[in-house]
């Protein structure tokens, strides 16, 4: 059966904790599992980290990477997604996909001709996840038993921090206006998934009291424009700022998916201040990719 990576839980813990060891292992002892073949990459949604950490990703696993955009490929437009699946798989030893709607990549999968990698829906970022989960582990340690506090909107990118903080022992804690939080569901889901504890707050500094590790997110995500003015109002208070992160443990860290926007989502001090972790973050999501295409291919 050909496997596929388009959420976090698409993983055991177990196999969560391996991918993290792939990440970290020289590069030449994964072999060329790409070797004279293609990787399609496909964006609905343009990307700067998301194609170069991809990109070379392929370069390193020996493969070809050809970048598409979502317009030339045109899903559901010009031809149905599962043809253009089918198409892709002839020419190509895995696809990749960053798309608007999750369900595009659950139907590229849906063939099962080679693995298929969601590098972003509207549900989940599960690649980010994993280089999020591989940050915090070099800095961290073992991440049994530690806190993640994330402070935002509750979108894909907190969704799939949550879940892959959970499989891996985490207590989890969440900072979010009311409107923009997560619904019980989703908060008992992680519960079942192995967090310790998991809660919900509407004051940040609730949430990111004693927390190992803060992350937050843009409040304005791509296609969210036109709403810029009401959710800049609505995230006021949610800046993380050196104050916020006092409240910390002293040795905590923060992260950020970015882009980031200084004076918004976080304050310069901490974005470029000394808890700051971003570009190792950001490094991460090669590493990622290559570890989650590498075991799809079948490396161990």
């Given at each position: 059966?050909?496997?596929?990576?388009l959420?976090?839980?698409?993983c055991?813990?177990?196999?969560?904790?391996?991918?993290?060891?792939?990440?970290?292992?020289?590069?030449?002892s994964?072999?060329?599992?790409?070797?004279?073949?293609?990787?399609?990459?496909?964006f609905?949604k343009?990307?700067?980290?998301?194609?170069?950490?991809?990109?070379?990703?392929?370069?390193?696993?020996?493969?070809?990477p050809v970048?598409?955009?979502g317009?030339?490929?045109?899903?559901?437009?010009?031809?149905?997604?599962?043809d253009?699946?089918?198409?892709?798989?002839?020419?190509?030893?895995?696809?990749?996909?960053?798309?608007?709607?999750?369900?595009?990549?659950?139907?590229?999968a849906?063939?099962g001709?080679?693995?298929?990698?969601n590098?972003?829906?509207?549900?989940?970022?599960?690649l980010?996840?994993?280089?999020?989960?591989?940050?915090?582990?070099?800095?961290?340690?073992?991440?049994a038993?530690?806190?993640?506090?994330?402070?935002?909107?509750?979108?894909n990118?907190?969704?799939?921090?949550?879940?892959?903080?959970?499989m891996l022992?985490m207590?989890?804690?969440?900072?979010?206006?009311?409107?923009?939080?997560?619904?019980?569901?989703?908060?008992?889901?992680?519960?079942?998934?192995?967090?310790?504890?998991?809660?919900q707050s509407?004051?940040?500094?609730?949430?990111?009291a004693?927390?190992h590790?803060?992350?937050?997110?843009?409040?304005?995500?791509?296609g969210?424009?036109?709403?810029?003015?009401?959710?800049?109002?609505?995230?006021?208070?949610?800046?993380?700022?050196?104050?916020?992160?006092?409240?910390?443990d002293?040795?905590a860290?923060?992260m950020?998916?970015?882009?980031?926007?200084?004076?918004?989502?976080?304050?310069?001090?901490v974005?470029d201040?000394?808890?700051?972790?971003?570009?190792?973050?950001?490094?991460?999501?090669?590493?990622a990719?290559?570890?989650v295409?590498?075991?799809?291919?079948?490396?161990?």
């Amino acid at each position: 059966m050909t496997r596929s990576f388009l959420d976090v839980t698409d993983c055991t813990p177990d196999e969560i904790r391996a991918l993290l060891d792939l990440a970290e292992r020289p590069i030449e002892s994964l072999g060329r599992p790409l070797a004279g073949q293609g990787a399609a990459l496909i964006f609905e949604k343009p990307s700067n980290r998301t194609r170069h950490s991809t990109e070379m990703a392929v370069v390193q696993l020996g493969g070809h990477p050809v970048y598409t955009r979502g317009e030339e490929v045109g899903f559901d437009v010009r031809e149905p997604v599962e043809d253009i699946a089918r198409v892709l798989a002839g020419y190509h030893g895995l696809l990749a996909a960053r798309v608007f709607d999750h369900d595009v990549a659950v139907r590229l999968a849906s063939t099962g001709d080679v693995p298929v990698v969601n590098m972003l829906s509207d549900r989940s970022h599960p690649l980010q996840a994993v280089a999020d989960a591989l940050t915090m582990r070099q800095h961290l340690g073992d991440l049994a038993g530690k806190t993640v506090a994330y402070v935002g909107d509750y979108n894909n990118v907190s969704r799939s921090l949550g879940e892959i903080a959970a499989m891996l022992g985490m207590h989890v804690r969440f900072a979010c206006p009311n409107g923009f939080d997560a619904d019980e569901s989703e908060l008992e889901r992680l519960l079942v998934l192995g967090a310790p504890s998991v809660s919900q707050s509407a004051r940040p500094a609730e949430a990111v009291a004693g927390a190992h590790a803060v992350h937050t997110d843009t409040w304005v995500s791509m296609g969210q424009e036109d709403d810029k003015d009401a959710r800049r109002q609505a995230f006021e208070g949610y800046t993380v700022d050196a104050e916020m992160m006092r409240g910390a443990d002293p040795t905590a860290v923060f992260m950020h998916c970015l882009p980031a926007y200084r004076g918004f989502e976080v304050s310069a001090d901490v974005i470029d201040g000394p808890p700051s972790v971003v570009f190792e973050q950001a490094h991460n999501r090669m590493h990622a990719a290559r570890a989650v295409m590498a075991f799809l291919l079948g490396v161990r």
